[in-house]
């Protein structure tokens, strides 16, 4: 059985105080009020990584937004996984759409990011997803088997285990338009079956593929009916306890 998780990428939002407190709503919340079985993982920016894991208990966890694929040494203003791990956290984003597009983030350096998470025994949550450009003109399945194999295709069976795949169409971001249900099925099993053909079913079959793109409560439920959705990324619905436990409740 694979894990469902439900994960809330807080990008650079909230203050420290803020961050706290929605930190502890959540944890309450999903303590007292969620029967299920899926994992919530709280991704805060990194200065609050080691607060944020030593408040996390339960089935909900932490993680950080990205890191740098080196250990250590001179690159001012990076953290490394190895750094992640020592505050607690259990995750970390990586090739987000928003590192790719911003901050200019190739397949060839995520699959060094990504590297870097799992030799520290951490989880990467594998982003991918296609331009709104790249739909329209029937793209959208070439890029993501480039971003997938070009990111994750170097890895062990073993390795791809401790992976999760996020798939963010970049197009639903923050847009309040989600991918219908039918197209983000389309795409989940898609890319399950990318790995099937990489890394045998014993392994795609576990790996946990979460949808991300203006999840909301009210289009949960539906997304996670669908078979080979794992859970989901969530942006700014994450960012308010109630919204957020709503969207964990949702998986049941
Ligand atoms: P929204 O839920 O705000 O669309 O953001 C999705 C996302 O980018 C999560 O990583």
């Not at 791990?85 to 060839?108: L, M, P």
């Not at 993501?144 to 169409?169: C, D, R, W």
Request: hydrophobic share 40%; aromatic share 8%; glycine share 8%.
């Amino acid at each position: 059985m694979r894990k469902k998780i439900i994960a809330g990428n807080w990008k650079m939002n909230k203050s420290f105080d803020d961050a706290m407190a929605l930190t502890s709503e959540v944890v309450n919340m999903i303590n007292d009020e969620y029967k299920g079985s899926a994992l919530t993982v709280l991704i805060p920016p990194s200065l609050y990584v080691n607060s944020v894991s030593r408040m996390v208990k339960g089935n909900v966890f932490s993680g950080a937004q990205n890191c740098h694929q080196e250990v250590s040494g001179a690159f001012t203003g990076e953290i490394s996984a190895a750094m992640i791990k020592s505050c607690g956290a259990e995750y970390v984003i990586i090739g987000h759409s928003e590192r790719r597009q911003y901050f200019g983030e190739t397949n060839a350096l995520l699959a060094k990011k990504v590297d870097s998470v799992l030799a520290n025994n951490l989880t990467a949550i594998y982003c991918c997803g296609e331009t709104l450009e790249e739909r329209e003109v029937n793209k959208h399945f070439e890029v993501l088997k480039s971003q997938i194999s070009e990111g994750l295709f170097h890895l062990t069976n073993e390795q791809m285990q401790h992976v999760v795949v996020a798939y963010e169409p970049v197009w639903a971001i923050g847009t309040g338009k989600t991918a219908s249900t039918a197209q983000a099925q389309e795409v989940h099993a898609f890319i399950r079956n990318l790995l099937k053909e990489k890394f045998g079913a014993a392994v795609s079959d576990n790996v946990t593929i979460q949808y991300g793109g203006s999840v909301k409560a009210d289009n949960a439920v539906e997304l996670f009916s669908a078979p080979d959705i794992d859970g989901a990324l969530v942006g700014g619905a994450a960012l308010q306890s109630r919204s957020f436990v709503d969207i964990v409740k949702a998986m049941k």
